[in-house]
């Protein structure tokens, strides 16, 4: 089956620092999403990227769909304590849903 | 809004007790899935249902699992008889429209000693 390879697994970084991590696959895939998840909560959509090569931003967030279709990036500019989270990226050839193993970053004030 | 209300929130139960964790959508959909989230696997896909109607339940890891969707309003998920290794949030998901956004509710934390 397919294989999400996301990385860092952690990250500390401090308060106003941006934050990079990245998935990249074995196949392509048609669709990358991005998605974060609170403690004590379930993961909530970030960004959707639907086109090989998509650039696209929700606020400080900015991801981008690879142009092998085989990977894909989440930056974060200017971390706040509230990004503190783990952040999963999930890819789809076809549903449902791949899930990467999430990347747990942790904002120092 | 898409949301999923799932229930309890937490379970403590003893090995070999059967477990039903349920999930009640509230917004339209055309799949529900069931995740199990454990540190050492991240988040594995159980079963899942396309208008109510199991479509791939491979990731069901025994027999001891089963998991029904009677309605578009409600699913369960049983664990029956229940082992410590089965100790996971377990998370139902909706997709509303485009099936890789996923609505997630905020999962079932059970415990099985």
């Known amino acids: 089956g397919q294989q999400l390879n996301q990385s860092p697994q952690s990250m500390f970084i401090q308060e106003g620092e941006d934050v990079s991590m990245n998935c990249t696959s074995s196949s392509i895939f048609n669709t990358w999403l991005w998605y974060k998840q609170d403690p004590g909560e379930g993961p909530v959509l970030l960004i959707a990227?639907?086109?090989?090569?998509e650039l696209t931003s929700n606020g400080r967030l900015t991801a981008q769909f690879g142009i092998t279709r085989k990977d894909s990036f989440l930056n974060i500019s200017a971390s706040i304590p509230s990004d503190v989270g783990i952040y999963f990226c999930?890819?789809?050839?076809?549903?449902?849903?791949?899930f990467g193993k999430g990347t747990r970053l942790s904002v120092i004030a | 809004d898409a949301g999923v209300i799932q229930s309890p929130r937490h379970e403590v139960t003893e090995m070999g007790q059967e477990v039903t964790l349920r999930c009640k959508p509230i917004s339209g959909h055309d799949y529900l899935f069931w995740y199990r989230q454990t540190m050492m696997r991240g988040l594995e896909l159980l079963i899942y249902?396309?208008?109510?109607?199991?479509?791939?339940d491979s990731g069901m890891p025994e027999d001891r699992f089963s998991a029904k969707m009677p309605n578009a309003s409600f699913s369960t998920l049983k664990i029956q008889p229940s082992e410590p290794r089965d100790s996971a949030v377990y998370f139902c998901?909706?997709?509303?429209?485009?099936?890789?956004?996923?609505?997630f509710g905020e999962g079932s934390r059970l415990t099985v000693l």
């Open positions: 249902f396309n208008n109510n109607v199991p479509i791939d």
């Open positions: 990227l639907y086109k090989a090569g």
């Open positions: 999930a890819g789809q050839p076809t549903t449902p849903l791949v």
């Open positions: 998901a909706i997709t509303t429209g485009y099936a890789g956004e996923l609505f």
